[in-house]
């Protein structure tokens, strides 16, 4: 009969690094979950078995504040983080860094997927109501003002559920053999 045996099994590690509203650069606080990113990293990279695909970088910013200026601070999210992560392979001696087509970049100027799973799994109070302002109206200006007009909730989703989407993550493809 036949048997589940796989020659080649995809794996991936995945970090976040948080950013603070309006900002691009990589915090202290955040250097932890890189560096613990980078480590995992290393240890693909010298493992005889195991043999790195390609790098993701996805940089998000969160829907509040204008399409424009949000775009440009995922762009540069995306680049402080890609930057970050090239020292960190220069030092840890994986030569991939020097190749352009080795990173997958990946950027969303406004997170809408990301809020609206957030609200999902969030219990805030008038969460079905945010979510029907979320579905009837697609322009993301419409929208934004729609959910600011709910001030009582606004507040909370400030503090709660916009932090989460101000972020780039990480994701290393690599294969076992």
Known sequence: GEDAFQRIIKEKHDAKIMFLIQQANIRSSELKTAKE??????????????KISNIEVSAYASPDGAYDFNEKLANQREKSSSTFLKKQMKKGKVEQYKDENFFKNFVVAEDWDGFKKAMEESNIQDKELI????????????REQEIKNISSVYKTLADEILPQLRRSRLTLNYEII
């Open 131 to 142: 979510l029907r302002v979320l579905s009837m109206y697609q322009d993301p200006e419409q």
């Open 37 to 50: 990113f980078n480590k995992e990293l290393a240890n693909v990279n010298e493992a005889a078995n195991k």
